[in-house]
């Protein structure tokens, strides 16, 4: 994916946080608010031990295993609060939006190994002035109390004291704008494409699953609620690299969006289908580059071992088991779980404790929600390697204006 797509707001230290102000000639001071940014909704307990006991009789979604963080649900998990985008200003046009077309100062500071930028709202009128820091690792959105141009700096280093002994240079060239809009363009995740894999009953093997020519009615049910059925060749959107125009990568597909971002699926049994070849390569080499990848197993007895699936690429596996014993007649239920590589930072929503669900919007919803957010965690594992692109990108700019 475009190298810059992590963008992780280090929100840990600001939530909640009050800073001594003096206010007006008096010198009196009144605690202010610097941030408004709230931390997405995760605890460690949601993740199992790799030492649980496993009932062969009643065998859990996922197998822990080593190297990988298994959720099965969570006690504190709040089923009545709807599931929200995590890190919502990060993956929006923050500085296009707030910055680009208002007064505000722009610094440069830092070396080659640790360049900075840092953006600042300019009207000393404002209460509270917007600040985005942009550093190799991730960028720190949030808000700050009003000061002169010559107290910014040392505003924002109260705030962030990892900068204190840094030193910052104002640009005055209106030309760092510009390429402040470009570099937040480069570093804007846009769309997603996610993996869905068709599981039988009793399938343990990737080849086992990759195999199956075609899903059950259960499957294709589950796949009209995650989106809409495309035809691909003349589609005019976002095509998560699939074959538009000559259908070498099958003839249909499915896409939705969420909350405005567009969703393109991998679907194992929409993808080309070789009877020849085992390995089904052709399935493989697009599901094997998604970074999150949805399991669709027909039945709860066969628990998921997350090391099936051979790809350095899939950060974050869902499993989403069909209950076959239906209290609805009408609706399927689902058991939900979860389980991603050891470097993904945990994300949100947490799993209810009674992790089942039935067929419907808010399953959608919830299940959607949670696979952008582990897209979005997962950029921050070293496989990515954004951090070294970030500082590339960031000591360009350093080298321009310092």
Same mark, same amino acid.
């Given at each position: 994916p475009p190298a810059g797509r992590a963008i992780l707001l280090s929100n840990v230290f600001l939530c909640s946080m009050f800073k001594k102000v003096g206010m007006g000639s008096g010198g009196s001071s009144q605690k202010k608010l610097v941030s408004e940014v709230p931390p997405p909704h995760i605890h460690e307990s949601q993740y199992v031990s790799e030492n649980l006991q496993i009932d062969e009789a009643d065998p859990p979604a996922i197998i822990p295993t080593s190297g990988y963080k298994v959720e099965l649900g969570s006690i504190f998990a709040m089923d009545e609060i709807e599931p929200k985008l995590e890190y919502v200003e990060q993956y929006s046009p923050y500085y296009r939006d707030n910055f680009y077309d208002v007064e505000h100062v722009n610094f440069v500071g830092g070396e080659e190994a640790n360049p900075i930028v840092i953006s600042v709202q300019g009207d000393s009128k404002l209460s509270e002035l917007k600040v985005i820091v942009r550093t190799p690792k991730s960028d720190h959105a949030f808000n700050m109390p009003s000061c002169s141009k010559g107290k910014m700096i040392a505003r924002v280093t109260d705030i962030m004291p990892s900068l204190d002994g840094i030193k910052f240079k104002e640009i005055k060239d209106i030309a760092i704008r510009k390429d402040l809009l470009h570099l937040e363009d480069r570093l804007l995740i846009r769309q997603y494409k996610f993996g869905v894999i068709y599981c039988k009953d009793g399938q343990? =093997?990737?080849?086992?699953?990759? =195999?199956?020519? *075609?899903?059950? &009615?259960?499957?294709?049910?589950? %796949?009209? %609620?995650?989106?809409?059925?495309? !035809?691909?060749?003349?589609?005019?959107?976002?095509?998560?690299?699939?074959?538009? !125009?000559?259908?070498?990568?099958?003839? *249909?597909?499915?896409?939705? !969006? @969420?909350?405005?971002?567009? @969703?393109?699926? *991998? @679907?194992?049994? %929409? %993808? &080309?289908?070789? &009877?020849?070849?085992p390995q089904q390569i052709e399935r493989k080499r697009h599901i094997g580059n998604d970074i999150g990848v949805i399991i669709f197993q027909d039945s709860e007895s066969t628990p998921f071992d997350p090391k099936t699936i051979a790809s350095k690429y899939n950060h974050v596996y869902a499993i989403v088991q069909l209950e076959k014993k239906k209290t609805d007649k009408h609706k399927a239920r689902y058991r939900i779980a979860f389980v991603s590589k050891q470097a993904v930072k945990p994300f949100g929503p947490l799993i209810p404790k009674n992790p089942t669900f039935k067929h419907g919007p808010e399953m959608r919803q919830f299940l959607l929600t949670k696979m952008v957010n582990g897209e979005r965690a997962a950029y921050s594992a070293p496989s990515f390697g954004v951090t070294r692109t970030r500082r590339d990108w960031l000591k360009g700019i350093l080298s321009t204006y310092k």
């Open positions: 343990r =093997s990737d080849d086992e699953m990759f =195999s199956n020519e *075609h899903g059950s &009615p259960e499957f294709e049910e589950f %796949l009209d %609620l995650l989106g809409d059925r495309i !035809k691909l060749q003349g589609w005019q959107g976002f095509d998560g690299e699939l074959d538009t !125009k000559t259908n070498t990568t099958g003839t *249909h597909s499915v896409f939705t !969006k @969420v909350e405005g971002w567009d @969703v393109m699926f *991998h @679907v194992s049994t %929409l %993808l &080309p289908y070789s &009877p020849v070849n």
